[in-house]
């Protein structure tokens, strides 16, 4: 079974400063990776996904991530951040048999300081 | 654009009521997905279906059933509502194949029990 990690409860960050969420997963081969988003009173929204190839993928809303077999790590970064960014943000990893379930970590909440 | 709602945003009930949540998806997808979001705990699946009449337990299916009659609209049932079943309801749809994992969330149905 599979099982994700996001370290960091809770990140502060100023306006126009870059970004760096955690994520650690627990899998026995690769699995699918993902990045949602959760703004305030909605739902979640996915902002990329990492299947296979290019280990740096690219997202939505000028997010990227990068995934690095050897730390069993997908970590979400952005260069430049917004207000608009304050958000919750959740890491899923999932078998890569078609099959099964998504796990999800128990989220980042960020803050931007204006 | 793939949309997924919900039937109640905020919901109040009273111990063990029958509780019926609703979640309607327009995109023609196979998979359907309940989860309850706890804070702190991320989301954890509840029950989620492969095709109509399909249904399969998530990680924590006590207390809890789902109906799917038809494609597009799935049903999560508290037979007898307790007040720990207190919390935020996200309904989730997805394609099949390899977006199986590629998940679209409805905004959430926000349950309390008293």
């Known amino acids: 079974a599979q099982s994700v990690t996001q370290p960091d409860i809770h990140i502060t960050v100023s306006e126009g400063a870059s970004l760096e969420l955690r994520c650690n997963y627990s899998y026995g081969a690769t699995p699918y990776l993902f990045w949602y988003v959760q703004s305030p009173g909605q739902g979640l929204q996915l902002l990329l996904k990492?299947?296979?190839?290019?280990?740096l993928v690219q997202g939505i809303k000028g997010f990227e991530a990068e995934f690095k077999r050897s730390q069993s790590s997908f970590n979400l970064r952005k260069p430049s951040v917004h207000w608009s960014d304050a958000a919750e943000y959740f890491c899923?990893?999932?078998?890569?048999?078609?099959?099964?379930?998504?796990?999800f970590g128990d989220g980042t909440t960020l803050t931007v300081k204006p | 654009d793939v949309k997924v709602t919900q039937s109640s945003r905020y919901l109040v009930k009273r111990t063990g009521e029958k509780v019926f949540l609703e979640c309607v998806q327009d995109m023609d997808h196979e998979n359907m997905f309940w989860y309850r979001q706890d804070p702190g705990l991320g989301l954890r699946l509840i029950y989620f279906?492969?095709?109509?009449?399909?249904?399969e337990k998530g990680d924590i299916p006590e207390g809890y059933s789902v109906s799917r009659e038809k494609k597009e609209r799935f049903s999560l049932i508290l037979e007898s509502a307790s007040t720990n079943q207190t919390s935020m309801y996200l309904c989730?749809?997805?394609?099949?194949?390899?977006?199986?994992?590629?998940?679209?969330f409805g905004p959430g149905t926000r349950l309390t029990v008293t």
């Open positions: 989730a749809s997805s394609p099949s194949g390899t977006a199986l994992y590629e998940q679209y």
């Open positions: 990492y299947f296979s190839g290019d280990t």
């Open positions: 899923a990893v999932a078998p890569n048999t078609n099959a099964g379930k998504s796990t």
């Open positions: 279906s492969y095709d109509v009449k399909m249904k």
